[in-house]
């Protein structure tokens, strides 16, 4: 049984929609003989023996939003329990690292999807934990299988400074270039930078460029990307038909309110932020995030969304519709 799960970020296959999860926590409902919670960072505590899963994958069919939800396709092991798509080596499960899927795109057959590399610093807390920087892996949807990029051994191609950076939160496909949406974050002020790169080269690290907005150029050095301006750490953008306009989806993640930005083109500029309200949560929550769109399930030519968002200790994750007028 899925207890609950982070994430919920979807990408378009054409005919399918490959969804990703990051922290998963299940209950066995019967014996899983050689299942454990080997990747797990810290010791769960719950009404039975649990299995805890930092990342985890499925498919669906359609586009109607509830009905995808529901009828998952979950990449299975042999005992029929979902499984890890991106899983430490021996040496990363000492270091007490794991993995949280960001977003992807579909690109010949492959999904590349980015990734980030989250070191746990105290077991005794779920918080106590630190992002080193984000990764690449080419993944087969067939299967579920990942590769990952590495330069020379390597898997951290990309990282910040910052308190908090976060990168491939969203991808775009646009005239040949693939773009990246990344985050910052100092202290609680959270700022939105974009990275591009010819989709033909887009396994390659060395090969991407990032955006200034104050000079409306792409320069090759991530430390001197520019801000689009405020988001969250985790956000979406689409192309919306019936605005006219890319839009921004977030989450404030303190005081629950959902944001949109909107730009007439991919690098902006963004509007100021417009706050839609605040989002229906449980009253232990302290916080809301992972808000994000699923553009592919998008009614009306684009004036119905959906957007799912994560609330802490293992719940589902929640729904939303805002139909625009």
């Not at 998963?24 to 960072?41: F, K």
């Not at 499960?93 to 990734?115: C, E, M, T």
Request: proline letters at 7%; charged letters at 20%; one cysteine or more.
């Amino acid at each position: 049984m899925l207890i609950g799960q982070d994430g919920c970020q979807s990408i378009d296959l054409g005919d399918r929609t490959l969804f990703i999860f990051s922290d998963t926590l299940l209950l066995p409902l019967r014996a899983a003989p050689g299942a454990t919670s080997h990747s797990a960072p810290f010791q769960l505590k719950g009404p039975g023996p649990t299995i805890f899963l930092a990342n985890c994958a499925a498919l669906t069919q359609g586009t109607d939003t509830r009905a995808s939800l529901l009828g998952m396709q979950y990449y299975q092991d042999q005992d029929g329990f979902p499984v890890e798509i991106l899983s430490p080596g021996p040496q990363e499960q000492a270091d007490k690292l794991r993995f949280w899927p960001a977003h992807g795109i579909y690109v010949s057959g492959r999904v590349y999807l980015y990734y980030l590399g989250i070191q746990t610093v105290e077991e005794s807390s779920i918080w106590a934990f630190k992002n080193l920087g984000a990764g690449l892996a080419i993944m087969d949807p067939q299967t579920g299988e990942c590769q990952r990029v590495c330069r020379g051994a390597e898997w951290l191609l990309w990282t910040r400074p910052e308190d908090d950076f976060h990168f491939g939160v969203q991808v775009l496909e646009d005239a040949g270039f693939t773009y990246v949406f990344g985050s910052v974050r100092r202290g609680l002020d959270i700022d939105a930078l974009l990275a591009r790169v010819p989709t033909k080269q887009i396994s390659d690290p060395t090969c991407y460029t990032y955006y200034q907005p104050e000079r409306e150029t792409w320069i090759p050095d991530l430390d001197q990307a520019g801000s689009l301006g405020p988001c969250g750490n985790d956000y979406s953008v689409s192309y919306n038909p019936y605005l006219g306009q890319y839009l921004m989806v977030f989450v404030n993640s303190y005081t629950k309110e959902l944001k949109l930005r909107l730009a007439k083109h991919i690098e902006g500029p963004y509007s100021p932020a417009i706050n839609l309200g605040r989002i229906p949560h449980r009253r232990e929550s302290e916080l809301i995030y992972l808000a994000l769109e699923h553009p592919k399930f998008a009614c009306q030519n684009g004036q119905k969304v959906y957007i799912s968002y994560c609330q802490p200790y293992f719940t589902l994750a929640s729904l939303v519709e805002v139909c625009f007028q």
